[in-house]
Structures are given as C-alpha cells and as structure tokens.
C-alpha cells in the first residue's frame, strides 16, 4: 500500500510540474496561424511552429544546422556525372499490394564517385531514357544525393532535373 501510495504522490508531482511548465509558456497558436497567413498557406503548420520557434530563439542551433545542410544540398545544386549503364525497368511490391517499378541509371559523378539515379513509378513514364547512353555527359539539377545500404543513390524529387551536357531534357519531360 505504502509503494503505491508514493507512486501516486510521485506522478502527481509530475503531472503538476509539467501543468506548471505548460501554463509558463505561452500558447503560440495565434503566432503560428498568422505566420501561416504571412505565406498565403503556402507553408504547413510545422514548418510555421519552426518558424516561430526560430524567430523567438527557442530553436537549438543543432536543428537549425541540419536544416541549412539539408536545403544546401538540395537547392540550386548541379552536379555532372558520365551515363555508365541504364538498368532495366524493374518492378516490386507496395506496402498497400500493389506493383510499382523502378529505373536505375549508373553514373560516374564529377568527383570521382560513382552514384545511381533512380526514378520510381510515374517518374519513368516522364522521362525519355532512350536518350540516355553510355558515354554521354549528364547534368543533375536540385537532385538530393543519399549515401546508404546499397551506395550513393541519387533522387530527382519534385523539382530534380536531368539533362544531357548538349540540353536535351531527360526528365521531366513536358507533354
């Protein structure tokens, strides 16, 4: 009975300390909503908390250098590579059962590394991979670069782009 009795007198010690906290702090609610107006509801309710968290210095340095490494790397980077091989269409099962399929195209990076650009699904149908050949030279705009299980695989995302040195477009190709 005596255990119980603390655990309950420690939890509601907690609960109380943390109401405590919770009422210190304002509610930013009316901040985030007009910050979300600020940006004609272009931005989604985490990114406005961020930013008002940042812009009240409540965000910790660490967060904000990951979040400037990140766009670093994805916004208005280029980079060059050389075609090494253009891997058949493959397919794989979804989570949901359904059939997906997927293109790998090896590439020799600038820096010397060797990368695989992958396009998944409807990716594939906007692109014109019979354009791609070994040898030819390959532009990649705002791609993000991953290092993982299988190497360095490079993804377009919405708004990659590649395209061979003399100006074709890969993809996405516009219809």
Known sequence: MRKTANRLSTRTHYLEVSVFQMARQPSREAEIEKKIADFGGLIDRPTAKLLVEYEAGDVAEEKIQKIRDRLEKMLNSQDEGVVLEVEAERGYSRKDGGRGSFVGIKIG????????????????????????????????????????????????????????????????IRK
């Open 109 to 172: 990076l600038s820096d010397g590394r060797e990368g695989r650009v992958v396009l998944w699904d409807k990716q594939i149908e906007d692109a014109d991979l019979e354009k791609a050949k070994p040898g030819e030279r390959l532009v990649l705009l705002n791609c993000t670069f991953n290092e993982g299980r299988y190497g360095l695989t490079i993804n377009t995302g919405r708004s990659g782009s590649l395209r061979l040195q003399n100006g074709t477009l890969l993809y996405p």
